[in-house]
C-alpha cells in the first residue's frame, strides 16, 4: 500500500454549472469556468476554461462553445470528461510528473442528483485516473467550507446558490435531515435579465453582458443602502438591427431578478416548513448561512432575512465554500468517512 500511497495525489473537485475549482494540496489551483470551447469539424477541444469563455458568443460555425454542466449535472459526458482532464493537467505540481499519478479525489455533487447522474460524475472521474473516488452533496461541503461543525447535534440551515442550483439544506450529525434543491439560480438570473432588456429596452444582448449586468449593479430588491451606479449596456437594437446603447439602473435589474427570487424564498420557506422543531429551534438561534456565487447578489441577505425573520449571514468567500468544503473533507477522510459517497 505505501508504494501506492506515495504515488498519489489528492485533489478535491467543484464541478459547477457556471465555475469549476479544484484544491490540490492546500491551494486552490483551478478556478475557471466550467466552458470548453470544441472544433466541430475535427471534434477536437480547443481551449477550455477561461480562454474558453472570452470565445462564448463569438464564435463562427466551426467553433461551438459547450458548457457541459446544466442545473448542476453532466449534460454533455463526452466534454465535461476533457474539461476535468485538461484542468488537472493543468494543474502546475502535477505537470511535472512524469506520467500521470494515480488520484483520490473528493468531487461535489448538488443534492438533488439521481444515482444515474451519480454514476456519470463518478465515471468521468475513474477515466482521468480517479483510483479512489469520493462524492460529497454540495450543501455539506458548503457548511464544512464556511466552517459549521457539522457532526454536533445541532441544526444550521445552508442556503447555496450556484450557477444551474440552488441548494437547501438543514444539516445535524453529519447528516442532512431536510433539503430542497431548486433550478433558479445564477443562470436563471442572468437569462431573466436577457429577457428583461429585449422586452423592456428592445435590446439584444448576449449572455457574457448579462452575466456582467449581473455581477456589477445586480441587485435582489430596490432599496439598498448603498446603491450600485447606473451601468451603459451596449447590444442590438431589435428594431432597427443597429448597436445601441442604454443606460440601466441597478432597480430595474431588481425588478426582473425578482420572480425568480421570490422562487428561492418559497424554497426556503418551504424547508423551514419541514425542519423538525428542535432543529427548528437551533436555527432561530444560529440564523442562515448563504454560500455560492448567487449569494452575492446586494441586498438578497436582507431580503431574506426579512422574509425568514431570521439572521442571514454570507459565507466569507462564498464563491469558495464549497470547494474549501470539499477538501478539508479530503484532509479528514476518516473523520468525515460517514458523510462520503463512495
Known amino acids: 500500500m505505501g508504494f501506492f500511497d506515495f504515488m498519489t495525489e489528492e485533489i478535491a473537485i467543484d464541478l459547477g454549472t457556471a465555475n469549476t475549482l479544484i484544491i490540490h494540496l492546500d491551494k486552490v489551483v483551478v478556478d475557471s469556468p466550467s466552458i470548453v470551447a470544441r472544433d466541430r469539424v475535427s471534434g477536437k477541444i480547443i481551449a477550455v476554461g477561461k480562454e474558453a469563455s472570452m470565445m462564448q458568443g463569438k464564435t463562427h460555425e466551426n467553433i461551438k462553445t459547450i458548457r457541459p454542466l446544466k442545473d448542476g449535472v453532466i449534460a454533455d459526458f463526452d466534454a465535461s470528461e476533457k474539461m476535468i482532464n485538461m484542468f488537472i493537467k493543468n494543474i502546475p505540481a502535477l505537470k511535472k510528473k512524469w506520467f500521470p499519478p494515480a488520484l483520490r ?54 442556503v447555496d446558490i450556484g450557477g444551474g442550483t440552488t ?70 437594437d431589435l428594431l432597427t438591427g443597429k448597436p445601441k ?25 418551504e424547508t423551514l416548513s419541514q425542519t423538525p422543531p428542535e432543529l427548528a ?10 454560500a455560492g456565487g448567487g449569494s452575492m447578489l446586494r441586498g438578497l ?10 439572521p442571514v449571514y454570507i459565507a466569507e468567500d462564498p464563491l469558495r465554500a464549497v470547494v474549501r468544503g470539499t477538501g478539508i473533507a479530503l484532509k479528514n477522510l476518516d473523520r468525515y468517512k460517514n458523510i462520503l459517497i463512495k
Open 281 to 290: 429551534a437551533d436555527i432561530y438561534n444560529t440564523g442562515i448561512y448563504l
Open 105 to 158: 479525489m473528493v468531487i461535489c455533487i448538488p443534492s438533488g442528483i439521481t444515482e444515474v447522474e451519480m454514476r456519470a460524475v463518478r465515471e468521468s472521474a475513474e477515466r482521468v485516473n480517479g483510483k479512489e473516488v469520493y462524492l460529497i452533496h454540495e450543501p455539506m461541503a458548503a457548511a464544512i467550507g464556511i466552517g459549521l461543525d457539522i457532526m454536533q447535534p445541532k441544526g444550521n440551515m445552508i
Open 301 to 310: 441577505d436582507k431580503r431574506l432575512s426579512q422574509k425568514t425573520d431570521l
Open 245 to 269: 446603447q442604454v443606460q440601466v439602473t441597478y432597480r430595474e435589474i431588481a425588478k426582473a431578478l425578482d420572480k425568480s427570487i421570490l422562487r428561492v424564498e418559497d424554497a426556503v420557506m
Open 167 to 236: 441548494e437547501i439544506a438543514v444539516i445535524a450529525l453529519g447528516g442532512i435531515v431536510c433539503d430542497k434543491s431548486v433550478k433558479i439560480a445564477g443562470d436563471v438570473f442572468t437569462n431573466d435579465i436577457i429577457y428583461y432588456m429585449r422586452t423592456q429596452h428592445n435590446l439584444y444582448v448576449g449572455e457574457s453582458t448579462a452575466e456582467a449586468i449581473k455581477i456589477e449593479i445586480g441587485a435582489a430588491t430596490e432599496d439598498l443602502q448603498s446603491p450600485p451606479e447606473d451601468k451603459q449596456i451596449q447590444g442590438r
